[in-house]
């Protein structure tokens, strides 16, 4: 029998969390990035560690000291596919390391874990996904899992690694802390969770809400790219909340400010250029920040062209794009929509 020890709270001395990425991964703690299936959750964290290796900033971080990561991963090659999009992040891949699982595969429990934290001096760890290092504990019992997650716990805390695991969601809905694949114990043992899904807005458009958050007020959501020729890229905060973007919502839901940003730009420029400053006059009547009307119009393309004192927006040449427009022939507010092709060349560029 263990010997009975007692810790008083007045002998505790306080301490302040500090965080990687305020506030949505802290050091020392676990946090979870979850989401479905090729939503970008392991793209979201590579471009994480990415910024980690050359101290580059995060949305709503300034630039920090660079430092190294661990990236486990189950599910891609290292070669073909961490490699080069690491690269293409812009990562230093000097300092990205990973524990070599050739003569043994890797657990949530396995000592090496701390032993490479501290060999390494790393600031950030990456378990993906976290079902695949259970070490054939049962995903589902609290018995099976709840001793691994506390043993990573103590882990983080005692090297200071921010300790992130991706994981996969359930395919029913529900509450958030109930759509984690396996065991809710690995959710209850995350003090921070970010939850990453596809929105409105173009199919490259990801969103990431934060759902959970144990040690600070819960950050904004945010919305990120992935497009094929140009890659990652933030796109700044996202108006979704983590029903919406789980589909938990039932009734329909108000346009985003995103989309609505869009949608004016669109019927703005479907018979052709449109001065910029009565788009923009027509946003801030609708309530549409210029921050986000900005990103609808990178998102759409838009050209900016100066004709004598007066900018003027338009559609790339040869573009085809849906027009949305109200309908009101049945009384129900509904929307349709047009298909306009745009063949208009651009009499110049620049910015707005």
Not at 40 to 63: R, S
Not at 71 to 91: M, S, W
Not at 246 to 267: C, D, W
Not at 298 to 315: F, N, Q
Request: with cysteine; net charge negative.
């Amino acid at each position: 029998m263990a010997e009975l020890k007692i810790v008083t709270m007045s002998d505790v001395t306080a301490e302040q969390v500090e965080f990687l990425w305020a506030p949505y991964l802290p050091f020392g703690k676990i946090s979870i990035i979850q989401g479905d299936p090729n939503e970008g959750k392991t793209t979201m964290a590579l471009a994480i560690a990415a910024a980690v290796t050359t101290g580059a900033a995060l949305p709503g971080c300034g630039c920090t000291i660079p430092g190294s990561v661990i990236f486990q991963t189950a599910e891609d090659g290292l070669a073909d596919t961490i490699k080069p999009r690491l690269e293409q992040l812009g990562a230093d891949c000097g300092r990205v390391h990973v524990i070599d699982e050739g003569e043994q595969q890797l657990s949530l429990s396995d000592e090496r874990i701390e032993q490479a934290i501290v060999r390494m001096g790393a600031k950030l760890l990456i378990i993906d996904p976290v079902q695949a290092y259970l070490g054939g504990a049962d995903m589902h019992s609290a018995n099976g899992v709840r001793p691994l997650m506390k043993q990573l716990a103590d882990v983080a805390g005692r090297t200071g690694c921010a300790t992130v695991i991706i994981g996969h969601l359930r395919k029913t809905g529900g509450k958030p802390q109930y759509r984690g694949l396996g065991s809710i114990d690995i959710y209850a043992a995350a003090r921070s969770v970010l939850t990453v899904g596809s929105v409105g807005g173009g199919d490259n458009i990801r969103a990431v809400v934060h759902g959970k958050s144990n040690l600070a007020p819960p950050g904004a959501s945010l919305a990120f790219s992935i497009d094929p020729a140009h890659g990652f890229s933030w796109q700044g905060e996202y108006d979704i909340s983590i029903d919406d973007l789980l589909g938990n919502n039932k009734q329909p839901q108000p346009e985003n400010q995103f989309m609505k940003a869009r949608r004016l730009i669109e019927n703005a420029l479907r018979h052709g250029a449109a001065a910029a400053a009565e788009i923009m006059r027509t946003a801030e009547e609708q309530g549409i920040s210029p921050k986000t009307l900005n990103r609808a119009k990178s998102d759409l393309g838009v050209v900016s062209s100066k004709r004598g004192d007066h900018w003027y927006w338009e559609m790339p040449i040869d573009v085809v794009y849906t027009v949305c427009r109200e309908d009101s022939q049945d009384g129900q507010g509904g929307q349709a929509a047009e298909t306009t092709a745009l063949t208009t060349l651009p009499t110049g560029a620049g910015v707005a």
